[in-house]
């Protein structure tokens, strides 16, 4: 257990208790108490887990009325899968909403469906599915959807190899007309690193351009900011970092509009 003195007036104002219990099956259960000083229960949590670790069940009381809020439960597979189930509860144990998670035992593909109302009909369902080429770089897409199977929002993702270039792409009404695209390149320079990020609206014109400088000791960056995708920098912040004899490190800021005015 462990008490706490938080206004140090010589009494403890909480109390964290937890007890641990091996069940005959091989299973374990962990029950976790906070208190206040004068004993009442703040929150309680029970944890169990199968013999094997394979399977576990967390039951939160979060407000210490001596009802359980939630309760997660997961369990992986024999194939390495794993499957979280999360539900919410009211004080009588009804359901307030439920999402459920499946996971490949790769972590490439996840399939999330949610109820948000805990009616048992389902919401949404989320998918993401990731995939490695040969050349190192990485490819996910992710789609939300309604319970008819209609597209509600959807985007891609790809980082190269290296991670110094990514693009994403997101359509985010459902429509299958890419809304929104972001392209983020890394270059190494003599003197430090520069990466640009644009993002681009519907079609090709640039909405938004911000341009960072990092020089090569890490001591000094330069964010330039485009917000209109103009051509013309809206914005500069510089920040330089000091390191004194010390150990101490003193940061200094400075924001600049586009015409250098401080």
């Given at each position: 257990s462990k008490s706490t003195d938080v206004d140090g007036n010589g009494s403890f104002d909480q109390i964290i208790s937890a007890n641990k219990t091996q069940n005959a099956d091989g299973s374990e259960t962990v029950i976790t108490e906070n208190r206040s000083g004068d004993g009442s229960l703040i929150s309680k949590e029970e944890n169990w887990v199968t013999a094997d670790k394979r399977g576990k069940l967390v039951r939160?009381?979060?407000?210490?009325?001596?009802?359980?809020?939630?309760?997660?439960?997961?369990?992986?597979?024999?194939?390495?899968?794993?499957?979280?189930?999360?539900?919410t509860l009211t004080n009588t144990g009804a359901l307030l909403s439920r999402t459920?998670?499946?996971?490949?035992?790769?972590?490439l593909n996840i399939y999330q469906t949610v109820d948000v109302d805990?009616?048992?009909i389902i919401d949404r369902v989320h998918n993401q599915y990731t995939d490695l080429p040969a050349d190192g770089s990485s490819y996910?897409?992710?789609?939300t959807s309604a319970n008819d199977g209609s597209v509600i929002r959807?985007?891609?993702?790809?980082?190269?190899?290296?991670?110094m270039n990514e693009s994403s792409q997101s359509d985010l009404n459902?429509?299958?007309?890419?809304?929104?695209?972001?392209?983020?390149?890394?270059?190494v320079e003599d003197g430090g690193t520069v990466r640009i990020i644009e993002t681009k609206l519907s079609g090709s014109s640039v909405a938004s351009r911000s341009t960072v400088r990092t020089s090569a000791n890490g001591l000094i960056s330069t964010v330039e900011q485009d917000f209109d995708g103009n051509d013309a920098v809206d914005d500069v912040t510089t920040?330089?970092?000091?390191l004194l004899a010390s150990g101490a490190v003193v940061e200094t800021v400075t924001k600049r509009s586009g015409n250098n005015t401080l």
């Open positions: 939160t009381d979060s407000d210490g009325d001596g009802n359980i809020n939630t309760e997660i439960g997961s369990t992986i597979g024999a194939d390495g899968g794993e499957f979280v189930e999360n539900r459920t998670t499946v996971t490949s035992a790769n972590k805990g009616d048992g996910t897409s992710r789609t959807q985007g891609v993702k790809w980082v190269s190899g290296n991670g459902g429509d299958w007309v890419y809304d929104e695209t972001t392209n983020r390149n890394t270059a920040t330089t970092k000091a």
